[in-house]
């Protein structure tokens, strides 16, 4: 079984709706990320959260929120979608680890915002 | 804040051996990345070396540092089809990491 997991690995929605990506993982890290990739752009950080009681925002969080329901359970939501945040969504998990900051990634979830 | 610069695009014939570079401006930066993302997919760690080495061979890859020039290099001996991906460099020391926008290698048969 893979270590992370992203949930829906495809959604097509409309403008307007509420929209939810999950991402859960087996590997027992503190750490955990969402990027969101567009083609040319590399990736942007979204959100990340350090453990379950820390949230922080990283470059793109406007439009975007998370929950942190457990160590091994990081949720985005898009509250209101819109045609711009179609996207590919990664989500990434690291351990703690002084100087070190080795990511281990989700398969994905194409977004599509019609 | 942290820049990470990185060429988008690389092609070679196969056989060939592709050499993906990538140079960075924070000196603190302490482990230095590289991940692979084949279509379709998410990123898979390729390999990483620490700051205080200057290589690091792994059988086809071979990683150097500069930490004169900030500049990492990534080369792969023998290049196959298989290797056409998008490769991305990523550095850390103040974390969360920080990517390169990523060089698609196209490998041609």
Redesign the interface.
């Known amino acids: 079984d893979a270590d ?1 997991t992203q949930t829906p690995r495809n959604r097509i929605t409309k403008t307007g709706k509420r929209i939810m990506l999950e991402c859960s993982q087996t590997k027992g890290h503190d ?1 955990m ?1 969402w990027y969101r990739q567009d083609p ?4 942007q ?1 979204i959100y ?1 959260s350090f453990d379950v009681k820390d949230i922080n925002k ?1 470059e793109i969080s406007d439009g975007y929120s998370v929950s942190r329901q457990a160590q091994a359970k990081f949720s985005l939501s898009l509250e209101s979608a819109i045609p711009n945040q179609t996207a590919l969504y ?1 989500c ?1 998990t ?1 351990e703690t680890g002084e ?10 979830t194409r977004l599509t915002v019609l | 804040g942290e820049d990470v610069e990185q060429s ?1 695009f690389l092609s070679v014939r196969e056989g060939d051996s592709s050499v993906i570079n990538c140079t960075y401006t924070d000196s603190s930066s ?2 230095l ?1 590289w ?1 692979k993302q084949e279509p379709g ?5 390729l390999t ?1 070396i620490f700051s205080n080495m200057d290589m690091k061979q792994d059988q086809r890859l071979t990683v150097l540092l500069n930490k004169k020039d900030k500049h990492l290099s990534l080369r792969i001996a023998d290049t196959q089809t298989g290797d056409s991906a998008i490769y ?1 460099c ?1 550095v ?2 103040n ?3 920080v ?4 060089t698609r290698l196209s490998v041609i048969a």
């Open positions: 992370v750490r990320y040319g752009l590399g990736l950080l990340y990283g990664f990434a690291s100087g070190t900051d080795t990511q281990y990634f989700g398969p994905g | 988008l302490t482990y990345y991940y997919a998410g990123l898979q760690l990483y991305f990523a850390s020391g974390t969360p990491l990517f390169g926008k990523g």
